[in-house]
Nanobody, 121 residues
Framework: QVQLVESGGGLVQTGGSLRLSCAAS????????MGWYRRAPKKQRELVAV???????NYSDSVKGRFTISRDNAKNTMYLQMNTLKPEDTAVYYC???????????????WGQGTQVTVSS
């Protein structure tokens, strides 16, 4: 059974940095696009960044130039380097994986449990 596990969240001051990781466990042949989403208090979930299996990336305007998404296909792991953090980046961050191929099935939309990022002013 495939699981996505995020790590690396925490409390940081404005201007600080954090690096999130999302590791997919289980017997996996391949993973399609992966992405980071976040949900701030009283707001809807929003897309932060996505990366294709080939390494193409896309970012929301609010994080462009400050966040960098990357992945290691051999380790089935995705990362989000977050620099120059702002209080408005405070949210629960979730990782998502599309088209996960395993020996048993092909399934879309796996989600991690989320990791809290809090940026103090």
């Amino acid at each position: 059974q495939v699981q996505l596990v995020e790590s690396g969240g925490g409390l940081v001051q404005t201007g600080g940095s954090l690096r999130l990781s999302c590791a997919a466990s289980g017997i996996i042949y391949s993973i399609g696009a992966m992405g980071w989403y976040r949900r701030a208090p009283k707001k809807q979930r929003e897309l932060v960044a996505v990366i294709t299996s080939g390494g193409s990336t896309n970012y929301s305007d609010s994080v462009k130039g400050r966040f960098t998404i990357s992945r290691d296909n051999a380790k089935n792991t995705m990362y989000l380097q977050m620099n120059t953090l702002k209080p408005e980046d405070t949210a629960v961050y979730y990782c998502n994986a599309k088209r996960v191929v395993t020996p048993a099935l092909i399934r879309d939309n796996y989600w991690g449990q989320g990791t809290q990022v809090t940026v103090s002013s």
